[in-house]
């Protein structure tokens, strides 16, 4: 018995890896713990319902898994570049993913009063091949790959950082259901220059931002895939927007949305446009947020429609405090967007840097939500007109502005 114990051991020790290569289970911001997944309890739960093995997890029983939402790659760095993917039973968001109340984790699925939690891991591999061929779209020889696993915990999304790789040097990666031969759409991405390259003497971006699903369609996205003339993809923000609009391209789930659940839906519904499918499949994207991907007119403490009032929590307010609703936004972005965690000593921040050679430094910085002093919400344009002038009021807040500062001096 003593040796079937060791060796169960060993086999959750293994998963526990492998669940870890997934990046979604963590935290978007390495300073709030409480805003990942805890991959120990997911083990737990699997366990508590016999599906652990040592030699992994048993798959679901069901043949319908398909990759939903095509592939992304974004946040390259000269040795890297983070990887992402969608694979399920179906294209829907898990509707039982919601937010818990009390004193139980934030985003807990151990709570079956809150949470009802798919009980099968869905194994996933994924590959970085040399890119070959004289339109550079033929794999070559395989230069890093791995295993991991995901699960309805992180809406079925899988997103891996790819290492080893040689800067400025474009690749092609694959996503492939473990023990099948189920794969996803061939992608394409590119890594950056080292910082000390002076060869780098042009790089060409595709820039973007306010897209607008149900406002039309996202050719422009298309247009910028087929033409296949630049290096890397840049989106200032509005990649999605939160509010309800009818017509031809409805908003997915027809409301404002509030909850972890109603902003994982409308980033999946984004996701299935055939053109951003195809730009995100080819080029390595460089994203920030601005104020829809949570909702319209934010600022550090509130939005245009959300400021912690008393009627935000009674009659037919939506019962979702500011911080909640900031904390749902943020987690579903990381789910869904091919970007890294942001660094250890910050809190929900998503202002970077990357140094492209010697030719320039691309800097992203945050306007709205990180620390922005508050802005005109419409209720409040005297208010505004009053301090219009004051010193003190700030875009990016005072940590944001020294690093940026630092970035343009350094």
């Known amino acids: 018995m003593r040796h079937l114990v060791a060796l169960f051991s060993l086999g959750a020790a293994a998963a526990a890896l492998v669940f870890d290569g997934n990046l979604n289970y963590a935290s978007p911001s390495r300073r709030h713990a409480s805003l990942g997944i805890d991959v120990e309890l997911v083990e737990r739960r699997l366990r508590k319902r016999s599906l652990a093995t040592s030699s992994g997890y048993q798959p679901p029983s069901s043949p319908k898994l398909h990759f939903t939402h095509g592939v992304a790659s974004g946040d390259p760095w000269p040795q890297s570049v983070i990887l992402w993917t969608r694979v399920a039973p179906t294209n829907e968001s898990n509707a039982s993913e919601a937010t818990v109340n009390g004193t139980a984790p934030l985003y807990s699925h151990e709570t079956e009063r809150f949470i009802k939690a798919d009980a099968h891991p869905i194994c996933v591999g994924w590959s970085v091949y040399e890119s070959q061929g004289p339109d550079g779209r033929l794999p070559g020889h395989l230069v890093t790959g791995g295993q991991t696993y995901t699960t309805s915990d992180i809406d079925y999304t899988v997103k891996v950082e790819a290492t080893g790789l040689s800067p400025r040097t474009r ?89 972890l659940y109603d902003y994982r839906t409308r980033h999946g519904q984004y996701r299935s446009d055939p053109d951003l499918q195809l730009l995100s499949q080819d080029f390595a994207w460089i994203p920030t947020w601005d104020d829809h991907e949570f909702a319209n007119n934010g600022y550090r403490d509130g939005f245009q429609g959300l400021n912690n009032t008393e009627d935000s929590f009674l009659n037919k307010g939506p019962r979702v405090s500011v911080d909640t609703r900031k904390v749902n936004a943020v987690r579903s972005y990381f789910e869904w967007m091919p970007i890294r965690q942001t660094d250890l000593d910050d809190g929900l921040r998503v202002w970077r840097s990357f140094q492209m050679g010697k030719l320039l430094d691309l800097v992203m910085v945050d306007t709205r939500n990180y620390d922005r002093s508050i802005t005109s919400l419409d209720w409040n344009d005297h208010y505004i007109d009053l301090i219009r002038d004051d010193p003190s009021r700030t875009l990016m807040g005072a940590r944001q502005e020294n690093w940026f500062y630092r970035s343009l001096t350094q």
């Open 171 to 259: 690749y092609l990666y694959q996503f492939t259901i473990c023990g099948t031969d189920t794969k996803s759409p061939l992608g394409r991405t590119k890594t950056a220059p080292t910082p000390d390259d002076h060869d780098v003497s042009s790089l060409s971006f595709a820039v973007f931002s306010c897209s607008n699903y149900p406002n039309g369609y996202f050719n422009a996205y298309g247009n910028a895939a087929r033409k296949d003339q630049h290096d890397y993809v840049i989106h200032l923000g509005d990649y999605i927007y939160e509010y309800n609009l009818g017509g031809p391209r409805a908003a997915r789930p027809s409301r404002l949305l509030f909850t």
